[in-house]
């Protein structure tokens, strides 16, 4: 098993799924995890493994949805371990598959507070202090799903693609900084938001495998860690096929639920 570069990592949405196994993960190569979520339960269930692997571990109860909060909690967390060396942006959630003719603005709203503001939130609180350093690593869990426009779960797209454009634009500026930015486009993971799913998954992968493949993306500070192999091959020819045809293919494949 190598060993972590970074010392000191947090990562939000650690309760479950990518998070979670990301966690073990670092703790697993050596690095000190700090995990955030809401479910106490699960965070502190998450520790307690990681220390009865001789790791080292802490919960932290945090909601991102709140993200006026994040500059001041993060900050204070932050000040309190000495300065992380990662940080990880992951919580989010699922958007039920909304389409235009069944998505309303109050579920558009928290998963934007949630995927969008929460996790640009996360980011922009651990950057200042990494600035104030000169070092540091911001981690983006973003998604396939935000590089290209699809009918079906227009709001959870949309928050993909505009966390994505974000992230992007902050490499180029915090590299002068001293500052790295890795932005994770994952394909199909198995975790609980795509248990949730009633249709086909191609390709689908284990959190572990996922959290494995991104570990060595941020180890290298790679600029986009997109992920797995058979759809950084598809995205490449997807600009050559109609939209027209792709928007029909997946109203298809991928109906939304009668409640989304
Ligand atoms: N699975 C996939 O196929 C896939 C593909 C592409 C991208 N992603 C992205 O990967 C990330 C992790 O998802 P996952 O697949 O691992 O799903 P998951 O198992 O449902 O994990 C989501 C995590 O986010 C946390 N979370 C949700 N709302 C939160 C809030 N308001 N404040 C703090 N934490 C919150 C959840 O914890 P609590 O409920 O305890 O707060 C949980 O730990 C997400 O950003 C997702 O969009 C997943």
Redesign the pocket.
């Known amino acids: 098993m190598s060993t972590s570069s970074a010392k000191k990592v947090l990562i939000?949405?650690?309760?479950?799924?990518?998070?979670?196994s990301l966690a073990r993960r670092y703790a697993q190569n050596g690095a000190q995890v700090w995990v955030?979520?809401?479910?106490k339960d699960?965070?502190d269930a998450l520790v307690n493994e990681i220390e009865q692997q001789q790791g080292k571990a802490t919960a932290v109860v945090?909601?991102?949805?709140q993200a006026d909060d994040l500059e001041e909690v993060i900050g204070a967390l932050d000040d309190e371990v000495g300065g992380f060396d990662v940080v990880v942006a992951?919580?989010?959630?699922?958007g039920g598959g909304r389409t235009a003719s069944s998505i309303r603005y109050a579920d558009a709203k928290r998963v934007f507070e949630?995927?969008f503001m929460?996790a640009i939130a996360t980011l922009l609180a651990a950057q200042q202090k990494m600035m104030a350093r000169g070092r540091g690593q911001l981690v983006a869990?973003?998604?396939?799903?935000g590089e290209i426009a699809l009918p079906v779960a227009l709001d959870?797209g949309a928050t993909?693609a505009g966390f994505s454009y974000f992230v992007r634009g902050m490499r180029h500026d915090l590299k002068s900084k001293g500052i790295g930015v890795t932005l994770i486009?994952?394909?199909?993971?198995?975790?609980?938001?795509?248990d949730k799913n009633k249709f086909p998954?191609p390709f689908?992968i284990t959190?572990d495998q996922a959290a494995h493949i991104m570990w060595r993306g941020i180890e290298k500070n790679t600029a986009v860690v997109r992920f797995p192999l058979a759809y950084r091959l598809a995205f490449l020819f997807a600009g050559l096929v109609p939209s027209s045809l792709v928007g029909w293919a997946a109203l298809r494949t991928a109906p939304p639920p009668p409640d989304a």
Do not use: W
Request: proline residues 2%; without cysteine; positive net charge.
């Open positions: 939000t949405g650690a309760s479950s799924g990518i998070g979670a955030a979520a809401r479910r699960r965070l945090l909601d991102v949805q992951n919580a989010g959630v699922g949630i995927n929460g869990v973003s998604s396939l799903a959870y993909k486009l994952p394909g199909f993971v198995k975790s609980e938001m795509t998954m689908i959190a």
